[in-house]
């Protein structure tokens, strides 16, 4: 399964379970306009974590904040080629 | 000032049919007579009159002969728990100034710089019992604190009996103890206490013995009255042995006691009496629940009498004559405030007319700002009746600093295609009663979660 199709899966089962209305999942959809909160996206890295075995927000040395869910994709694209 | 009665030793509280009466372990019986008429100690007792003695052997069952052989004796005698790290002995000795140990392995401890007295591990020799006036012994314990120099925490024999009570033995047959726990720690010392003074047996735990031989051994020796924490019992649930047992008294201490592990245990035993107590090492035993419920009628928290309770920003204190008479040692904190009241460090929270336990001040999981106590989250993670047991853990996040996980036991192996239909089940479950942020962001099904020596769960406070 490709990262992006994971990503969009797991953020559609997670806005259900903590009964979030999500915008359609384009990759220029702002991460904070998405109708996800902070929790569900700490939650959504941990699951990923442990579905892709990386973290790339905790893994690089610099914070680094994805604004769109386009970065955010590109972020585990990145993190899984390298 | 009125003068202090004269302590009454513990080998003057045994009671009667004390030939019937016993303590047994996996291999070896030795009558309450036996006991009390001899010496464990090479008849060396009278050479330890009035000095501090740590008492530190392999088996419970010796450490149970020297403090009945040793109470009314020393001034002091401290219970060396099992898992005692090597590291920690000098410490220990120079905090409780210690100055002899009785101990089974001597070589460990001479080079401490304290004489030791050899305790020969077989039955005792009989003896008189020197002759001296009895002195009130401090008996010091070391808390159940996982880490750094252990806390050594001085008791008297009427605090650590005093939950014990009027105690005339009943016209019923003698109750037949056992108790899961060490008893060398709080919560198996009151075992101890109660099957020596009010007329009972004890069937110790061995280290190392298999759960179910164990509990085979309990049902051989018809074991009537039974203690440990949810931890132990959980264990005890998930054991193929479990069908032959049925003790009249099933007791919880030491862990929050959460509904789930109550109903198991009543589906399990169902014509027992089963009660959950709260105690603490400090505190005592502060009170004990049969209804069956958990958590603990709210009118308990105000009233007065031998122990009383008050809840201040949601933690439990507690005043009461069995509370500890403090710590020991250089440097050692305040036990108590200034009104003699013992803070637990245990949340409550009242819903309805119960307090309810939702765990430990210094356990908190920070979720983004918002607290979580991962004792709930278990108690909601465990109503689901295929769970047995659950570890609730903080895990990094980049976003909130942390996120709160679970590992789960199940009562029985899961089919590889029903894991995840359970997961979205327990969280659910969850769902129901905790906000969003107390809600597992991740569950493990694991086979086993481990519980520590002390008979709780192993939490690694971050």
């Known amino acids: 399964m490709s990262s992006r199709l994971t990503i969009t899966n797991l953020i559609e089962e997670i806005a259900a379970d903590h009964n979030k209305t999500l915008k359609p999942l384009s990759d220029d959809l702002v991460l904070l306009e998405s109708g996800l909160d902070s929790l569900c996206f700490a939650i959504l890295v941990a699951r990923l974590e442990d579905k892709l075995g990386i973290d790339p927000f905790s893994a690089s040395e610099e914070a680094y904040f994805p604004v769109t869910l386009g970065d955010f994709i590109r972020s585990y694209d990145h993190a899984v080629a390298a | 000032m009125p003068s202090q009665p004269e302590p009454r030793p513990l080998v003057a509280r045994l009671g009667q049919r004390l030939a019937e009466r016993s303590l047994s372990d996996a291999s070896r019986t030795v009558t309450l007579a036996a006991m009390a008429g001899g010496t464990i100690l090479g008849g060396r007792a009278g050479d330890l009159a009035g000095r501090s003695v740590l008492i530190a052997t392999a088996t419970q069952l010796a450490a149970a002969m020297a403090l009945v052989e040793l109470d009314g004796l020393a001034r002091r005698i401290l219970l060396a728990p099992p898992d005692l790290a090597a590291e920690h002995r000098a410490a220990v000795i120079e905090d409780a100034g210690i100055d002899a140990v009785a101990t089974d392995d001597p070589d460990a401890w001479r080079a401490l710089g304290v004489g030791t007295v050899l305790v020969p591990d077989v039955p005792p020799v009989p003896a008189p019992r020197p002759d001296r006036p009895p002195v009130a012994t401090e008996w010091l314990m070391l808390t159940s604190g996982t880490t750094g120099r252990p806390k050594i925490v001085a008791h008297t024999l009427d605090a650590l009996t005093g939950a014990i009570g009027g105690d005339a033995p009943s016209a019923a047959a003698a109750p037949v103890w056992a108790t899961f726990y060490d008893i060398r720690r709080y919560g198996g010392l009151q075992i101890l206490l109660r099957a020596l003074i009010a007329g009972g047996s004890l069937v110790l735990s061995a280290p190392g013995e298999d759960l179910a031989e164990h509990i085979a051994r309990l049902v051989r020796c018809g074991v009537t009255h039974i203690s440990g924490t949810p931890s132990h019992w959980r264990k005890a649930l998930m054991s193929s042995a479990i069908g032959a047992f049925r003790p009249g008294y099933v007791r919880l201490s030491g862990e929050i006691a959460d509904q789930a592990v109550l109903d198991g245990l009543r589906q399990t035993f169902p014509d027992a009496s089963i009660g959950h107590a709260y105690a603490s090492t400090e505190a005592g035993v502060g009170f004990a629940v049969d209804d069956g419920l958990e958590g603990f009628p709210a009118h308990y928290v105000g009233r007065p009498g031998p122990v009383e309770m008050k809840v201040v920003d949601g933690v439990l204190h507690i005043r009461s004559r069995r509370a500890a008479l403090g710590y020991v040692g250089d440097g050692a904190s305040a036990l108590m405030d200034a009104d003699g009241f013992v803070d637990t460090g245990d949340m409550v929270e009242q819903r309805g007319d119960r307090f309810h ?89 694991v086979p086993a979660i481990e519980v520590a020596p002390s008979g709780k769960l192993v939490r690694n406070v971050a």
């Open chain 2, 357 to 445: 336990f939702v765990g430990r001040r210094g356990g908190i999981i920070n979720v983004g700002g918002l607290k979580v106590h991962p004792e709930e989250v278990e108690a909601a993670i465990n109503r689901h009746p295929l769970v047995r047991m659950s570890r609730v853990k903080a895990r990094k996040s980049p976003i909130t600093g942390s996120i709160v996980v679970a590992d789960v036991v199940l009562t029985r192996p899961a089919d590889p295609s029903e894991v995840a239909g359970l997961k979205a089940e327990i969280l659910a479950g969850c769902r129901e009663t905790l906000p969003g942020h107390k809600i597992p962001a991740l569950i493990a099904i």
